[in-house]
């Protein structure tokens, strides 16, 4: 059982109501994830990402709210925005300090061991792995392994 950090994205594409193809494939695989995997692990989220669904602007809020109203909450304590601080002064994430560098920060903080995002350009990149991996051990921590749901499925027994 992984302790697993589900990002905005992953909580937005399983409520999204859009339909064109690409929404429409990351909402199919990210409610089939959640349906047959997310059972298997421990799951967590941060205020972070509750923040980022409250706002007003999101029309879809209400119902990303309730998708993940069961789902731990992991604090953001000090540690997380100083390791965010530097995940960001270092470029390995972009700023402002808030979003991407605070899930990341927050993951590794706690020791997550897999942070579930479609965010592909500043997450889920594989040509950030080495540089997020080098900057989280330099501050004493251990970067999670950060994938797609699409990737991220255990075979049934």
């Not at 119902?63 to 002064?89: K, M, N």
């Not at 993951?107 to 997450?123: P, T």
């Not at 080098?134 to 999670?144: H, I, K, M």
Request: aromatic share 8%; net charge neutral; proline share 5%.
């Amino acid at each position: 059982m992984a302790r697993v950090y589900l990002e905005t994205s992953f909580v937005s594409a399983c409520v999204t109501d859009r339909t064109d193809v690409p929404s429409s494939y990351r909402r199919q695989v990210s409610r089939e994830w959640w349906e047959t995997q997310a059972p298997r692990h421990e799951l967590w989220v941060s205020q972070e990402v509750l923040d980022e669904l409250s706002v007003s602007s999101y029309r879809r809020r209400e119902a990303a709210l309730q998708w993940i109203t069961t789902v731990p909450l992991l604090e953001i304590t000090e540690a997380v925005i100083g390791l965010a601080h530097v995940l960001v002064r270092e470029r390995a994430m972009p700023s402002p300090v808030r979003g991407d560098a605070i899930h990341l920060a927050v993951a590794a903080v706690y020791d997550v061991e897999v942070l579930v995002s479609w965010n592909v350009r500043h997450l889920a990149n594989i040509n950030k792995r080495m540089h997020l991996r080098r900057v989280c051990s330099r501050c004493g921590y251990t970067a999670p392994e950060i994938v797609t749901p699409d990737v991220f499925w255990e075979i049934q027994p």
